[in-house]
């Protein structure tokens, strides 16, 4: 995501001759749902990529937090009515490996990685100005000389490419990270955060007898059942035909550490939501056996310095965030969005260094709060059965006393909201960020600045 949004964001800005070198041998439709959040619909608008994710989205017009014993709507949030409205772009959520994808509304809509990505690929190498190489493992990173060994995976042979500049956006196990830390002289700090994340999918074909789970995937609303330690997340993708979960649980099982493809265990599954909804249960019980998915999360301190020479990291590889505010892929774009602008605004090479400390000036006060945000709402949506009673409490006064969800408000007070993401604030914070304008507004102060440190 952030290797081609920035190969994209750098052509846009006329810059040609761009590589972009991708260890998979296929662009694969790995992953299921990813969000498309306003602060994303915005570059990816100005980026005239949109479309794609539009298309391949579904329409999400609610967000609802739901109490894990009870059922009962704790939080409800009204995104159709106010999310084009507040932040002027939709919330998508992308769909799944199965591709066929039908636009839904014009509004607010969920989409699959494979849509996102589609899109970035689609946009970078329409400007005839990137090539994109597969099959080509990163093993080596020179910062000193600008430079990286490339291992070609079919012929096995390694080379050594020189360039101006390198992006280095190889994800949550970054090589380029690792060595970062090693010239830094210091350890990656990463903890168990003691808990574990399952995916599944489950196709609407296998729930077409059951009305109470066609519901679920005809909503076009998210869903969110939380209880002690534990929450189970789901949405609808793919034009309703399937429906997305992912889920947060104690780590019993060692789960591979930051995995996006490790397999874990149905029946395991199944009884770690034992006690959950029926709807939920049902759901659980309906994906296929080897289709479940599950790794360990893991809290990465946030990377301290993000530039080496004329090297910088972007994306998940200097900062690395838990999924409970869904904004790996944003941060990441706007990562790009913000290198692209920087870079446009020098004069010569010399000045590359420079420009790539001002990206990292803008960008990392802000991802560092996205780490810490996503950190936070796993206590907050994790917590005991007293607090959750508390807001149930509050939640029912709310619609006793306005009418609450049912007549189309939200109930979105920050006491009820347990979940931090169904808080106008936090949304407000998240989505009306304008990385461009940001970029633009402080570029020149910033980059005075830089260059008075070297001068120094
Ligand atoms: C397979 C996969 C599935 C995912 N599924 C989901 C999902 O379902 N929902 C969700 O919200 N998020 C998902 N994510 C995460 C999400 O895409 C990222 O958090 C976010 O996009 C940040 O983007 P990034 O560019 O930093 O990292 P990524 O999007 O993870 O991209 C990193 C890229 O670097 C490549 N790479 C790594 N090391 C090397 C190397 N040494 N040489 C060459 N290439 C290398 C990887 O193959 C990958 O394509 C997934 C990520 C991956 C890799």
Redesign the pocket.
Known sequence: ???MGSALSLARQGFTNITV????LYLEE??????VPPNLGRILSRWGVMDICKAEGVAIERANVLDCETDEIISSAAYSAHMVADYGYPFILETSPVGHVTSTSPNTQTVH?AALQKSLVRGALDTGHVKLMTD???TEYDFDKTRLLVRNEDTDEDEWVQADLLIC?????S?ARAAIYKRLGIADSVEDTGQAAY?IMVRRNLAKDDPELLKLFSSKQSWRWIGEKRHVMGYPINAGELFNISTSQPDEHFGEKDS??ALGDKSAMVATFHDFPERVKKLLSLVPEHEVLEWRLRAHKPLPVWVDHNVAL????CHPTL?HI?Q??AQ?IEDAAALGIVLSRIKSRNQIHSALMVYQNIRKPRTDWAVSMAAHNSISLHQDKATREASLAMARLALANEGGAEDGSDKEDDQVCVDKLASKELRDKLFQYDIALETEQRFDKLFAEELMKQRD
């Open positions: 995501m952030g290797g070198w991708e260890q998979a790995v992953g299921a749902g990813i969000n990685r080509q493992i990163i956006a190889d994800g949550i196990k090589r995916r996006w493809t972007v994306g998940d590889a999924p869904a790996g892929a990441a």
